[in-house]
């Protein structure tokens, strides 16, 4: 939760005053706060903080009996093996160490006892542990009895130490303790670990180096094989998938679709008109089943109502880039009957759906579109419902709602979120203003409906309105998130219901789809460093793990923690950068690391600015957070006092206090400080690189290149995440004579169409540099048949992305993926770190308590794995 609200949210918690007695209300029945609750639930509630994140996994410690007392003043209703949600009150005027129960819809049902609370508390306080409560027996008068179960630390003597805690304070019993230690035990070992590769080395005479040794001597990998893909093997299966009913061909589409977007068009029509199953079925609908008698059972948090609850109208199109969900929703958009409908999208793409719009739709059919962004914008409500379609970003949505603009005042007709992973963090703007819009429809279009961890899920859930309580974080970690962390099988089971009912996923390479996409073959092409790089590495490494060591051994203080552990990830992108080449770390930047260490506030002349701008580019390289809104960096800005934020949110913070969140120092928008212009290869003339020089991996690249250009009409793209990177290849391209072009974010629009034509037009032209980041969304790089990945980006998500902008529709010609990695540095580690987010299942996305430490402890941990 962002720092101001959490501030927020003490300050109105400042005790809780006795209400007045309230009448007892039937078990089977919903009080009428909570059915107006459960049928609109409120569009401009606050973000409820996540129970578990992608930390430290926590572990069943033990499970004891208990109850909820005070129950009689409150009008919360909970039937037995309903989950509740369990908070802290340390401002309760009566207890301070209270301990609040509310039920899936956030209504009161009363407190844990006093003498369970005062023993729970501490714990709670300190993130030590987490409890999750289940009721066990019916409501009465007084109480209602509860199932308390305590999780902890998964650290073998962090554990020891919290075992010994527990017993003493007589929370958990000794053989239990035993027993649940032997039963995690036995999970991890079911979980498994994965071996890694051995490298092979080429071996044979420069001069005669072929795509055929080439190819011999890497290792071929599927990093999206069947099983590997999450969401598919979540969602209904390829033979399912294409026995599904095919709609008719609209009459108002140009194109022909193909068989499986008709499917496509089938479904997201059934999806907005969804049905109950009938009473005594075995299927359930959006998690909701319905018993003999009629009553409506939510199978994830075991609660039951007699009144039919809302369901969701929409779901998820999560097909494969390039399979058409652009054409499949204009084609839902043009036979789903009357109504405006808002597409959201990022900037990049926003003109394409105009295209598309353009394109496919006979002109006599066709909808007034209107483009709504910028300073020319319409400003009211009623301009807005003059057009059938009306396309905005997400920073204009977000501005707007924000603002109480003309998108929030209008009632759509559906909503489609393109590029939907975007709101996957529910506590950003885009993802409240998003859920804020008021629609019959809802729909979510992306590739990536799950980038690094099942809360992505859940954010996409809360868009669509699903209703039954795991639309609170709280719950859904408590019913999905923690138990899916030990492959437990009811929570997959929960999880593909949802799934196989909500998200329509098919993929490139399934038989039904029959795209007739040539073959993509990817490999891992391991580089052995030159000896006098290897001593390079090997120095940086040393150095590297002594200030690893010294952060961990030295006593921690406010600021200066912080300032130690960014010197140590200074160093570790130091170590990845000299895998490409030595010299992008030639001048080490030892004033940056002596600003980070030894300044609290930094005067702002023109060298420190040059610092500050270098030390945000390592923020920005590493792939930090915001600290205020948790989520990744979007205009990132650091400050005077060298913290880093959001832009929208530092500002935000300036406009409301006047100081940093972090240190508390004073602060304004001159004290910010905003990332160096992206140089391109005019401007990097004076980096004082020695690109003539080639390393071991731009002279692996250069074999690659000649081998790949000796087959007619092949063209390359070169990714690499580093701007500067791109200028040392470049000048080697100039000494090899090759024509190539490029595409960065220093280029304006210009520039970059003129780039994208000569790769597409320009036979002589066979080779495009890329920055990663640019290159991932929105562009169509089919004329090249061959990718290099440079080097490895955290988020394997990313990459495919990239991949797809080659080997998607319209691809005539076999695509070769080559992912450059150095023998034995952190290269090969990051692609473990891929590997594990590609394997959801078997990752743990827990741990509550401090966020901020916690968050701080596992990136500790992944930089103790990649320094290893």
Known sequence: MPPLKRLKRAADSSGLSRPAKAPRVASSQLTAAERETFQNPPEDAEPIDLTQSDDEPLELYGSFDSKIVGVRYYNGVVTIGEVVVCKREPSNQYDANAIRVDNVFGIQVGHIPRNVASKLAPYMDTGDIDIEVVISGPKEYYDCPVRINIYGTTNPAGRLALEDRLKNDKLVKAMQLKTTRKQNELQRQAMGLKSGTSAVGLGVPESEITLVDLTETSQVVNLRAPGGDFAQTLAIGEDQLSQMPLAEQPKSIKAKLLPYQLQGLAWLTAKENPTFPKPGSP???????????????????????????????????????????????????????????????????????????????????????????????????????????????????????????????????????????????????????????????????????????????????????????????????????????????????????????????????????????????????????????????????????????????????????????????????????????????????????????????????????????????????????????????????????????????????????????????????????????????????????????????????????????????????????????????????????????????????TKRDAAMKALDEDPKTRIMLASLAVCSVGLNLVSADTVVLADSWWAPAIEDQAVDRVHRLGQTRETTVWRLVMEGTVEERVLDIQSEKRELVGKAFQEKGKKGEKRKETRMADVMKLLS
Not at 534 to 551: N, P, T, V
Not at 605 to 611: E, I, M, P, V
Not at 675 to 688: F, S, V, W
Not at 711 to 734: H, P
Request: glycine fraction near 6%.
């Open 283 to 749: 299927e359930s609908v959006q998690l909701w089943k319905r018993d003999a008698k009629g009553n409506y059972n939510n199978i994830g948090t075991n609660i039951t109502v007699a009144k039919a609850p809302n369901l969701l109208s929409g779901g998820i199109l999560a097909d494969d880039m390039g399979l058409g969900k652009t054409l499949q929703t204009i084609s839902l958009i043009m036979t789903g009957g009357p109504g405006n409908t808002l597409i959201v999208a990022p900037v990049s793409v926003m003109s394409n759906w105009e295209q598309q719009i353009k394109r496919h739709v006979h002109e006599k059919d066709a909808p007034k579109v209107l483009i709504h962004h910028g300073p020319t914008r319409q400003t009211t409500a009623e301009a807005l419902k003059e057009h059938g379609i009306v396309i905005t970003s997400y920073g204009t949505l977000s501005s707007e709602a924000a603002a109480g603009g003309p998108l929030s005042q209008i009632e759509w007709r559906r909503i489609v979120l393109d590029e939907g992973h975007t709101i996957r963090n529910t506590k950003t703007k885009a993802a409240l203003a998003a859920c804020s819009l008021k629609a019959q429809s809802r729909w979510v279009l992306t590739g990536t409906p799950i980038i690094n961890n099942i809360r992505d899920l859940h954010s996409l859930l809360k868009f669509l309105r699903i209703t039954g309580g795991i639309e609170q974080p709280e719950v859904f970690n408590m019913v999905l998130g923690r138990p899916l962390g030990f492959n437990e099988p009811r929570a997959l089971a929960l999880l593909q219901h949802l799934m196989k009912d909500l998200c329509l996923r098919r993929l490139k390479d399934m038989k039904f789809v029959d795209l007739k996409l040539p073959a993509k073959t990817e490999y891992i092409h391991r580089i052995t460093f030159w000896e006098d790089e290897k001593k390079k590495y090997d120095a940086l490494l040393s150095e590297a793990q002594g200030a690893l060591q010294d952060f961990q051994s030295r006593k921690k203080g406010p600021g200066a923690e912080k300032n130690r552990f960014q010197s140590v990830l200074e160093r570790l992108l130091r170590l990845r950068q000299t895998c490409n080449h030595w010299t992008l770390c030639k001048d080490r930047i030892t004033d940056l690391l002596q600003l980070l260490e030894d300044n609290d506030v930094v005067p702002l002349n023109a060298k420190n600015r040059g610092l500050l701008q270098q030390a945000l580019q390592l923020f920005i390289e590493s792939q930090e957070e915001c600290p205020v809104c948790f989520e990744a960096m979007k205009s990132p800005v650091i400050t005077h006092c060298k913290h880093v934020f959001c832009r929208p949110c530092i500002s935000k913070v300036i406009e409301i206090q006047g100081k940093c969140p972090m240190c508390r120092a004073g602060l304004s928008e001159d004290n910010l400080v905003e990332p160096a212009p992206e140089k391109g290869i005019e401007e990097a003339e004076q980096d004082n690189l020695d690109r003539e020089t080639k390393s071991s991996k731009t002279d692996a690249l250069l074999k690659i290149l000649q081998a790949t250009l000796n087959k007619e009409g092949s063209k390359v793209i070169i990714f690499s995440q580093w701007t500067s990177f791109l200028n040392v290849i470049q000048r080697q391209l100039d000494e090899a004579g090759y024509t190539y072009t490029r595409i960065d974010g220093s280029m304006n629009a």
